[in-house]
């Protein structure tokens, strides 16, 4: 089973609003990963986790906030976003060391900030 | 030079061509390298991890050749069903100079394939 599971699949968020995303997977992936991703571009890599511990942060700004409470879940803290975070948020997992293996990815959230 | 570049495209091909993307990358460090598929509005899937001795998986061909630091994915009586982005995927190695430890994997700017009837 290589599935990765995202809730919710779309977001509608107001610019003062707090909402968060979620990512789940039962593989026993000790690394994961969020990812933002634009309309027409690549997947822009944004934290990781390793062993549940933050171990990439590409300088995402603080208005974002990851958490991964256990080795299954990773969230996402939104607060005070503005319209130009709207994207496809994308939540990966692999196993073994960081960037040594494949991604699996969940089919995302697709998030707009109005 | 960019980490990870591959042909701009797009490519629009008849049914039954074959099909050849190109990515190179810039770290010789790097150390794992993978081709996924996106589907419009959809997630990026695992197509094939690539090893240096090339594999082969039915009508897909994936190599790797170090010296030139280029990867390769061949696509051989393309269907409808493989249009799609193609996105080359490379491992990158931590900047040291930031404290950084563990790889991450980069991708390329994709390239979009529509295969046409």
């Known amino acids: 089973d290589t599935e990765v599971t995202q809730t919710p699949k779309h977001l509608v968020m107001g610019m003062t609003n707090k909402k968060s995303l979620k990512c789940e997977q039962h593989m026993g992936h000790r690394a994961m990963y969020w990812y933002k991703q634009k309309a027409k571009k690549p997947p822009e890599l944004m934290f990781v986790y390793s062993y549940e511990k933050l171990s990439i942060n590409e300088s995402v700004p603080s208005r974002f906030s990851p958490e991964c409470p256990n080795s299954s879940l990773l969230n996402l803290h939104l607060h005070a976003l503005q319209p130009e975070d709207s994207a496809l948020y994308l939540c990966?997992?692999?196993?073994?060391?960081?960037?040594?293996?494949?991604?699996?990815f969940g089919q995302g959230t697709r998030l707009t900030v109005v | 030079r960019k980490e990870v570049e591959q042909d701009p495209g797009p490519f629009n091909v008849p049914e039954g061509a074959t099909v050849a993307f190109n990515c190179t990358y810039s770290?010789?460090?790097?150390?794992?390298f993978f081709w996924y598929r996106q589907d419009c509005r959809k997630e990026p899937k695992l197509l094939m991890s690539v090893y240096s001795s090339g594999n082969e998986d039915g009508r897909f061909t994936a190599q790797l050749n170090r010296a030139s630091q280029y990867i390769s994915l061949l696509i051989r009586d393309s269907k409808l069903s493989d249009s799609a982005t193609y996105l080359c995927v490379v491992n990158t190695p931590p900047n040291r100079n930031s404290g950084g430890s563990n790889y991450k994997l980069t991708f390329g700017k994709g390239t979009l394939l529509t295969v046409n009837p």
């Open positions: 990966a997992s692999s196993q073994g060391r960081v960037g040594n293996t494949e991604a699996f």
């Open positions: 770290n010789s460090a790097s150390q794992s």
